[in-house]
C-alpha cells in the first residue's frame, strides 16, 4: 500500500529555517520521482522541488530556488525539503508527492495529506 506522510511544518519566523520530512511507504525510489507542492489559501498549486529517480538531479521553482533542497534517504524512505530564509510568501500547505514520470509535467501518481508552514513577518 502506497503512503506518504508529511510533518515537521509549523510556525516560524521569516529569515527563519525548517526541514519537512515525507514518510514514504510503497514507493521505491528507484522508479518514481519525488516532489515537493504548496498551495495558500485562495491560490493554485504550486510545484516547489523534484528529485529524480536516481536521486542525482534536483529541479526547483525559481521562487524559492537557492533557498530550498530536497533530498532524500533511501535506506530510511525518507523524503525531506529544508527551507531556509524563509518568507511569508512561503506560507502554505506543503506536500509530497511522488510520480513514476516527473512531478514537474505528469503530477501526481500519489500524494500526501500535507503539512502546514506558516511563516510570520
Known amino acids: 500500500q502506497v503512503q506518504l506522510a508529511e510533518s515537521g511544518g509549523r510556525l516560524v519566523q521569516a529569515g527563519g529555517s525548517l526541514k519537512l520530512s515525507c514518510a514514504t511507504s510503497g514507493i521505491p525510489f528507484s522508479i518514481y520521482t519525488m516532489g515537493w507542492f504548496r498551495q495558500a489559501p485562495g491560490k493554485e498549486r504550486e510545484f516547489v522541488a523534484e528529485?529524480?529517480?536516481?536521486?542525482?538531479?534536483?529541479f526547483y521553482a525559481g521562487s524559492v530556488k537557492g533557498r530550498f533542497t530536497i533530498s532524500r534517504d533511501s535506506a530510511k524512505n525518507m523524503v525531506y525539503l529544508e527551507m531556509n530564509n524563509l518568507k511569508p510568501d512561503d506560507t502554505a500547505v506543503y506536500h509530497c508527492?511522488?510520480?513514476?514520470?516527473?512531478?514537474?509535467?505528469?503530477?501526481?501518481?500519489?500524494w500526501g495529506q500535507g503539512t502546514q508552514v506558516t511563516v510570520s513577518s
Open positions: 508527492a511522488a510520480d513514476y514520470r516527473s512531478v514537474r509535467t505528469s503530477c501526481c501518481d500519489h
Open positions: 528529485l529524480s529517480k536516481s536521486g542525482t538531479t534536483t
